[in-house]
């Protein structure tokens, strides 16, 4: 039986987040320059998407570029920021036979003018798609993220709009820049790195956790699928007790 054949379809996670990282180091084992890792990586984002729309999963969020890779070499980032446009430019029409909606998380203005109207325009054009809900974090920290809301909060605060009281884990999640995706079920990290550097930190509080030494460019839908069959055989609790859980379903 093949690893698709596998899957529990009433069991598939709402939204799947994944950090894509492994790009340079791939490029370095075939001798290649960085950008070429990075432009390797573009065909497993196209492979991932398209993978994750069949499976009928409502929300893909992809860790793209970081607030911290600004720090990057410049050459590295400009060619990135092509390659952005580039992609999104290309993808634009298959975004639309698909019904995929594009949306954007992240200090987006921080991004070079060319990227952020041709990002912002194919946000644009797919506002009205219904299928797949695919975010690209761009110019993004959780950290960047938590403080932004705390401004936000502050200013309601400050205009009166509401009472420092009134602050609760629900107006502060409503607030989030992100507050209309809701937290992922399942982050797939690539490369065999064990962490989450910086990445939706307020969202993951209980969220699956999955590991791959499989480098980015290297990532297909098997792989994919692997993901999704570790995610459906564990039980989540949610804080609660395995009993707990056993009679919620007896009682639904």
Known sequence: MSLRNKINNKKMPVHVAIIMDGNGRWAKKKGFAR????EKGVDAVRETVEAAAELGIRYLTLYAFSTENWKRPKYEIEALMNLLVESVNKERKT?????IRLLGLGDLKSLPEKSYNGLNSAIQETS???GLQLVLALSYSSRWEIVETARRLAEKVRSGEMESMQITEKTFRDTLPSASIPDPDLLIRT????RISNFLLWQLAYT???FTPVLWPEFNREDLYKAILDFQGRERRFGMTSEQIQQQKSAS
């Not at 950008?35 to 990075?38: E, Q, R, S, T, W």
């Not at 975004?95 to 019904?99: G, I, L, P």
């Open 35 to 38: 950008v070429k890792g990075h």
């Open 95 to 99: 975004f639309m036979e698909n019904n």
């Open 128 to 130: 009205g798609n219904t």
């Open 191 to 194: 490369s065999g790195e064990y």
């Open 208 to 210: 699956e956790l999955y």
